[in-house]
């Protein structure tokens, strides 16, 4: 399925063409990690994590396969990080540790980030390079990659694009983006840069396609802090407002209202701590007041209060769910209150936050809510911001990036609509070595890629097979035959997730099972046999009788 | 929790209210059935099964605890019938079957679906009194009930609510409804008979919430047909076409089309062949050209052909699922082609019909699908559809029905801002004994009610705990470890979805439960409590080393 990559001569002077090697988040939205390569010279933008979709039973999270970086280690030459969202630092304790020591460029948010993780995995201190780069600033990796940053708004500060300029030529790389026109920070995205580069010659434009099927432009976060300060002002007693723990924009903006409206603010749930803890540490987040904690608030009326909360995506122990569910350990929420969640659920998560609203309609509080509430905005560009970026970048070639199939080639439509299409555009996947040159732009092998899981302390114990065995268990539970052949056979039958105890039924199992396995030991069989004997008894009785096909484990005890 | 419902006094004339007791679709999407109890009559509507959450794990389907009825089956005068929906009959070959021999009035196109699935389900032609009565009929149930059909448009033919004369006053039940002003039979839902019971005095509305939250009005069927005519124009080569099957005037309008295109259809998938059947044999669905089957469409070129096939839901056995999949025994999709889903994934569906998509696209085909193209609508009304409907029936009571809490407390909300709110507006609950007079509108009590879960041939013998088991083993997988005592202590482990086979793991544990199993019997401790050894030893060591918490099974052969 996959071959080494390249053919590639030692000999970088005569090299005609470069290699972009996507990891991860070409063809998925996640996990993000994409590799260039020049002659014997890598380099590394981001190492994110990916959540597990349904199926993917118990697994904690996904991280890259990244056989093709430890098969080439020696020739990393640096790493760069465009902002400090899971999908693109999230892997980076489980990938960073497994890689020679490199320079790793990020902004300061995204750094502290990093560090803050790296620390929570046990890493020590120093032993990741990790060198403050922002988002204006300029990095060499190796002798072949120069990349200037470029600063694009997002729902993260700090975040970054790069014009990397090769001997191939200009890439522009956007990163995740949004061209909003109100930043909290007053820093519009940098098109200047793009605008420029377009004049001197891009040759590949990679672009952020999430939204490409979105008509129109993404709203702004000022028009979010608007209706949100309207829909605060509204509010009569205490607030309990959620959004991603990481937009700190959001949240400053939220601090300031809440200021305004002489509310004291409360940050509750520990993402909501960490993420406030480093963009303080880094000065992305003035406080008018000093937050107070939920013990501090005694003596203040409900309208002087403003919980920041965690939970808007229906995580079970966040904080919101709790207060849901009333069973917070310290608050209980009541009529007169109010919660506001200025977010929308991530694919996956719209049972769970759909569970969250409906508890807290029963408990009579009045609750806030996109799309009745325009009280969220999207971190990426619709099809009117994707164009902008085509239109100034004016690529010969495209790569539609940061999307499943149904974005890129969505987004890939969308710039040939354009003025100047580019002369060529891949949909490319995963492991795709896509060679690139003055006059070339075409897959030309593939090489590891794909998903590692996590789940608790085992990173990559758990493949496809392991997965498909928790799906049958989760379907229709486990039933356990054991069989005691000596002196006298007997068996003895324990199920769990298969059918509430039921004594008629487990008895008939255990005559159909001892059956076969006193049929077997009279004709003498093998032992295998018996039990195969055993199984397939069992199952015929077990679908006969319930329509039901459980896990089936027949153990023999000679 | 519960209790037996009433201290109503057997002698009727003397009552002074009715009792409404909803046992399912209150406070939830899904297995409606309502009971109406005045003196020693029952009245029963509807009668349907709901689909399982993901948590719900391996449950095949979901239909209402009916204890009350069964309790009460002697009182059950009469059984009617709203529409064809699975929610609203769904559970009928359950509940049906476990009930006295009462008259059960439907519509001609609901009695076929349901006529359908009794035979499905082996019940005897006759075993149930189906008695026809169409959506404009009047009925007498018992000597108290007096309902009168009222057309209301939906997404399924021969649809109706009801009034219900009583000798309290006057109910209004909308059923399931829009106001469509534009249906493709041309018959407008029947609001003069709404308005007319308005007039004379409405006691309670009971009304759909479904979209309590939208605002505006939701969109007509012929504009999805005018849509789906230009995108269907638009197709050079076969289109594949996919909707609810049970949306037979979606259906006839893609024929119609089609026809006018002169596209031949073809009807892939059997649920979407039973609808088309039952609604051929009452009229419901006229043919311009006879259906093909798929071996017959060899000859016609590629843009003669339009297949309607199921899988909007991606349903992974369906047509549209096994095209995308590339294993469709006959079919293959290939560039050229054109997907339509002329349908919204319901909650819950969103990641399997998402896989689908992408698929599509990955073959090449163009696919269409809401929102940028508008070719699809809910067959439930929006709020100005829900106020004209409170308008006109000016209640004095009001029950928002069919719905979550979100959905109902919306609801109520909106009838407080109409010119004649409601004087009261309960938000009931499945089981709620809600007690209605002239001057009466309250919950006098519970009855039982809630979930029984059907999977596989069982009814009701799985549980919120077997569930528990199911999910726990979905997440970390099985682990059984079978102590055999004598001649000397050993142990085996077997595990599943656990990890992946680990020869030192297994070692480990085994070392582990055999140590523990070695000081038990030195220490001549009981068998359970060597068994309890074992498992905390081996849980102790599992969840240190790897994280997790299998479900462990320690079993002993003595």
Redesign the interface.
Known sequence: MTHPATDQPKDQSATPFLEVIPLGGMGEIGKNITAYRYGDEIMVVDGGLAFP??HQ??IDLIIPRIDYLQQNAGLIKGWILTHGHEDHIGGLPYILTRMPRVPVYGAPLTLGLVREKLLEFGVKDGEIDLQEADVESRVKIGTHFDVQFIRMTHSIPDNAGYILTTPVGKIIHTGDFKLDEEPRDGKLSDLGKIEQAGKEGVLLLISDSTNA?R?GHSVSEAEVARNLETVIAGCKGRVFMTTFASNVNRIQNVIDIAHRQSRRVVMEGRSMLKYAQVAQQVGYLELPDPFLTNDEVGGLQDQQVLYVCTGSQGQPMSVLSRLAFGNHAKIALRRGDSVILSSNPI??N??AV?LV??RL??IGVD?YYPP?YRIHASGHGSQEELATVLNLARPKFFLPWHG???HQ?NHARLAQTLPRPPKRTLIAKNGDVVRLGPDEFKVTGTVPAGAVYV????VG???D???L??????????L?M?A?LHPTPSV?V?S?????A?RDLDNQIRKVALEAVENGLREKRRLEDVRDDMYGAVRRFVRK????NP?L?P?L?D
């Open positions: 979709e349904s039973m118990g099927e008509p694919p996956g719209e049972e759909n609203i409906n309609y029963e609750v009745a499943e199939p149904r080639i789940d608790g302390l085992g114990d758990i493949g097979d392991v997965l065995d928790r799906v049958s268990l989760s379907q229709e539970g486990v356990i054991t005691v003895e324990v769990r997730g298969f059918a509430r039921n009788a319930t329509g039901r896990v484990i153990l005890v």
